[in-house]
């Protein structure tokens, strides 16, 4: 149990251009979900936390107007990266949780995204 | 600020022996503490976590000290195998809160 998928797993995009990241918890309800964030050879940093049914809360230095999260049922969130640029290139990885505290998170396979 | 910090970016040991990684935080507010292992390219997955009113847990072969004192946390594998080889991350909570990551240690375990 406690699958977390997260779809597409790789993707290239041309600078400019928004990407849609989505993230699905598969054999649970996800009251919380969590984006990250992992650069080559880095740690994990959360970049925003998202409660089903409300606003996500951004993490400092996290920009919410480019990193739109939505978290609109309890099995999905997703991640889009708007106006993407090349310094966003990175492996964006989600968890879920199925209480609101981090005790028990669940991550998901991540996406690699390539922005040109 | 890193307030979790794993000072060793890999580690190679022989199979069979004991693997030994090391973690040290800085805030005393963190009260639960978690190993997970990262293969490339995936999600990393939950090994083990330990309660700051514990100082040890074990499962397996995997068996986590937490010295709380000394702000340090370790994780022992034993015995070592090839498959155990990949990147572990701990990570720490204060409960309600969200969990910080250290930057990671490669394990490597050679046959």
């Known amino acids: 149990g406690a699958v977390v998928s997260q779809h597409p797993s790789w993707v290239i995009c041309k600078s400019g251009t928004s990407v849609k990241i989505e993230c699905r918890s598969l054999d649970f309800q996800a009251t919380t979900m969590f984006w990250y964030r992992q650069f080559p050879k880095q740690s994990l940093m959360l970049m925003a936390t998202?409660?089903?049914?409300?606003?996500?809360?951004?993490e400092q230095g996290v920009e919410k107007d480019k990193f739109l999260i939505n978290h609109a049922s309890l099995t999905l969130s997703t991640l889009t990266v708007t106006s993407a640029h090349p310094e966003d290139s990175s492996f964006y990885i989600c968890?879920?949780?199925?209480?609101?505290?981090?005790?028990?998170?669940?991550f998901g396979p991540g996406t690699r995204l390539t922005v040109l | 600020d890193q307030q979790v910090k794993q000072n060793s970016p890999s580690l190679s040991v022989q199979e069979g022996r004991i693997s030994i990684l090391n973690c040290d935080y800085t805030?005393?507010?963190?009260?639960?503490f978690l190993w997970y292992k990262k293969y490339p390219a995936e999600g990393p997955t939950f090994l083990i976590s330990i309660s700051s009113i514990k100082d040890k847990n074990e499962d397996g072969r995997f068996t986590v000290f937490l010295n709380k004192s000394a702000k340090h946390l370790s994780l022992h594998i034993v015995p070592s195998q090839p498959g155990d080889s990949a990147v572990y991350f701990c990570?720490?909570?204060?409960?309600?809160?969200?969990?910080?990551f250290g930057e990671g240690t490669q394990l490597t375990v050679n046959p």
């Open positions: 968890s879920a949780s199925e209480q609101t505290t981090t005790d028990t998170q669940y």
């Open positions: 805030n005393s507010m963190f009260d639960y």
């Open positions: 998202s409660n089903e049914g409300s606003k996500a809360t951004y």
């Open positions: 990570a720490a909570s204060d409960r309600g809160s969200r969990l910080t």
